[in-house]
């Protein structure tokens, strides 16, 4: 079935640091590939995603490139800031489904000033 | 004003209580789902609806029941809670089918199982 592995955090970082979270994933298909954030107290809010092979997603500084070769959607950001500090999911839908989508466990990203 | 709403935001029961929880939307969307977060492990689908008359199970759906009053509103309930459903439960709506069929969240509602 489908899977999505993410990268454990948490992940401190200062501010102006470089990001990446590593996401891989394994489908049917041709999936189409998500980040989610989740800011503290709040629901889940779409950050960027990409529909096909070599699609690059981006947003709010944020970006992520869908690599077929390596089954691979890792997100990144060059210089993050206190507000970036949140739970980022990688998610993918799969080829065969129109619905339903596998999520990663979640990485805790914490920024500090 | 929020989307996705959902009631209540927390809610503290005891073990074998019945439990409702609440889920309105105003994206006029004909999809709804319900999933479980917890730590470590994702969210997990527990059901899903694609319109008013269709209800179906996702991974996780032994313990719950849901109910599907009107193309806005989608209630999950517990018959009887027992502890390990202690877990932050997340109402999503989506469009119909479509290429990418983005799903948006509500905010949650933290359930706790004494």
């Known amino acids: 079935g489908d899977s999505v592995t993410q990268m454990e955090g948490p992940v401190t970082l200062s501010e102006e640091a470089f990001l990446t979270i590593n996401c891989t994933y394994t489908a049917t298909g041709y999936p189409s590939l998500f980040w989610y954030v989740q800011y503290p107290g709040e629901g889940l809010q779409l950050l960027l995603k990409?529909?096909?092979?070599?699609d690059k997603g981006s947003n709010k500084g944020f970006e992520a490139t869908y690599r077929k070769e390596t089954t691979s959607f890792h997100l990144e950001k060059g210089s993050v800031q206190v507000s970036d500090s949140a739970v980022y999911f990688c998610a993918l839908r799969g080829g065969g489904s129109n619905y339903k989508l596998t999520f990663g466990k979640g990485t805790l990203l914490t920024v500090n000033p | 004003d929020a989307d996705v709403t959902q009631t209540p935001r927390n809610r503290i029961t005891k073990t074998g209580k019945r439990i409702m929880l609440e889920c309105s939307q105003t994206k006029g969307h004909d999809r709804m789902y319900w999933y479980r977060q917890d730590p470590g492990l994702g969210l997990r689908l527990i059901y899903y609806s694609f319109d008013v008359k269709d209800i179906n199970k996702g991974e996780i759906s032994d313990g719950y029941s849901v109910s599907r009053q009107a193309q806005a509103k989608f209630s999950l309930s517990l018959e009887s809670a027992i502890p390990n459903q202690t877990a932050l439960y997340f109402c999503a709506t989506s469009e119909g089918q479509g290429a990418v069929n983005e799903q948006f969240f509500g905010p949650g509602t933290r359930l706790t199982v004494l």
């Open positions: 990409a529909t096909k092979a070599d």
